[in-house]
Nanobody, 129 residues
Framework: VVQVVESGGGSVQAGESLRLSCTASQLRIDGSEMGWYRQAPGKECELVSLIRSDGSTVYTDSVKGRFTISQDKEKKTAHLQMNSLKPDDTAVYYC???????????????????????WGQGTQVTVSS
């Protein structure tokens, strides 16, 4: 059974950086996707970024140029490097994975539970001005 565990959240000032990590034990990396979603109070759940096993990536427009997703296939771990953080980045960040043949969905929905995949418990990121 694949288990997803996140780490690396915290509280920072605007302009500072954080690095989130996500490890998916038992995940078969070939053909998989790993990604990060976030949801702030009163806002929809949105895909922030994802990385596919072929190395291709997707970013939501608001984080392009500031966030970078990477993957260590041997460790079955994905990292989200978040630079130049803004108060609008404040949210609970969730790591989600899809195994071979599955696809993480882009866009936003009212609830994170509407998205497919195996999810972690979430980690809080708070950015103060």
């Amino acid at each position: 059974v694949v288990q997803v565990v996140e780490s690396g959240g915290g509280s920072v000032q605007a302009g500072e950086s954080l690095r989130l990590s996500c490890t998916a034990s038992q995940l078969r990396i070939d053909g998989s996707e790993m990604g990060w979603y976030r949801q702030a109070p009163g806002k929809e759940c949105e895909l922030v970024s994802l990385i596919r096993s072929d190395g291709s990536t997707v970013y939501t427009d608001s984080v392009k140029g500031r966030f970078t997703i990477s993957q260590d296939k041997e460790k079955k771990t994905a990292h989200l490097q978040m630079n130049s953080l803004k108060p609008d980045d404040t949210a609970v960040y969730y790591c989600a994975v899809e195994g071979w043949g599955g696809r993480l969905r882009v866009g936003s929905r009212s609830s994170c539970s509407s998205f497919s995949g195996i999810w972690g418990q979430g980690t809080q990121v708070t950015v103060s001005s």
